[in-house]
């Protein structure tokens, strides 16, 4: 497996945006995440770099 798997703060830290934010986007299902355990969120890099060029292209 390649994909790094990032907790919720480090995901919060790269894309510099409140907990309360990123979970709207995982709600929302603008960004991934898998569920490890019954508690543990972790949000794959590759989803962070997808939301991040989607961004990029809307904003072209």
Do not use: F, Q
């Not at 603008?30 to 292209?57: N, Q």
């Amino acid at each position: 497996m390649t994909a790094e798997l990032l907790t919720v703060p480090e995901a919060m830290a790269v894309l510099k945006i409140s907990r309360w934010t990123l979970y709207n986007l995982i709600r929302s299902g603008e960004i991934t995440s898998i569920l490890v355990g019954a508690r543990c969120r972790r949000i794959p890099s590759s989803a962070l770099d997808a939301y991040v060029t989607r961004l990029c292209e809307e904003a072209a």
